[in-house]
């Protein structure tokens, strides 16, 4: 509660969140109501941001869009905390030729740049938003699952940890009870650090017509509509363009003071000891 800044930024990641939950109830109009008489409208008190090219209500498409992005955002995360959890504790654990061939792996997922390798799969899978999840998923948990390997690594070398395999717990007993809450504490904070990441992921895709489709309310996919106006109407790009700054800000800012906050909470735990 000291800390104004994380209150602040906490402040507009809740309103974000609220924003997408509510939207049916904060946007005045549907997202796909066209209304071609009335496209480019300006900005009025019935149309807050006016209208795009079809006559469609921007501000609630922005509205609308906020759900689309957090949603792909956030299961993305999720698959890639599941796969690399898993992985990254099996690697870690058992180690020797089981460990080689996790790794090895790993390395493959790796070496090519994560974009490049996201067109990829979309390529195989084809095109649409749960392909885009996937694609970005599998383009992202071998960086994670290695983290999770180091972690466990050092993790399972503690005292509290042998002797609880001295007292004969099982081994899924002590990587769920002694091990998995350290690695979680650290990958959670990692993945907040990611996530503004994965988001330019999503929009980049979309706006490249790869990921979420058109007429789906979606930042990327606003973008892609209002390019071809550019230059008569460039407000229709710098709206879905700037609550994508904000959103990657505030994702990547929480990222940054959380792990603040846990080296300083670490440093503290070794000066005691």
């Not at 904060?26 to 496209?39: E, F, G």
């Not at 990587?175 to 929009?203: C, E, F, N, R």
């Not at 990657?248 to 000891?273: C, H, P, T, W």
Request: charged share 15%.
């Amino acid at each position: 509660m000291k800390d104004k800044g994380l209150i602040i930024l906490f402040s507009l990641l809740a309103i974000i969140i609220l924003s997408a939950v509510f939207a049916p109830l904060i946007a005045p109009y549907s997202p796909y109501d066209v209304d071609i008489t009335n496209k480019f409208a300006p900005v009025t008190s019935s149309h807050i941001l006016g209208t795009d090219h079809l006559g469609r209500d921007v501000f609630s498409r922005i509205v609308y869009g906020t759900r689309m992005s957090l949603i792909s955002v956030l299961a993305t995360i999720l698959i890639v905390l599941l796969l690399s959890l898993i992985v990254g504790s099996i690697a870690g654990f058992r180690g020797g030729l089981f460990d080689s061939i996790l790794m090895r792996i790993c390395d493959v997922f790796l070496t090519f740049p994560t974009f490049i390798l996201a067109l990829f799969f979309i390529g195989v899978l084809g095109v649409g938003l749960i392909n885009v999840i996937i694609a970005i998923a599998l383009t992202h948990w071998a960086w994670y699952a290695r983290i999770v390997r180091s972690i466990v690594l050092e993790t399972k070398q503690k005292n509290y940890v042998i002797a609880a395999k001295c007292l004969g717990s099982s081994r899924l007993k002590i990587v769920l009870k002694h091990i998995m809450p350290k690695v979680l504490s650290q990958v959670v904070i990692l993945a907040t650090l990611d996530l503004g990441h994965m988001m330019l992921h999503v929009a980049g895709l979309s706006f490249l017509g790869l990921g979420v489709q058109a007429p789906t309310a979606e930042w990327g996919v606003m973008i892609n509509d209002a390019a071809p106006y550019i230059r008569e109407h460039p407000e229709l790009m710098l709206y879905p363009g700037i609550c994508i700054f904000i959103t990657v800000a505030v994702f990547n800012s929480i990222g940054e003071k959380l792990r603040d906050r846990y080296d300083k909470m670490q440093y503290s735990r070794e000066g005691e000891i």
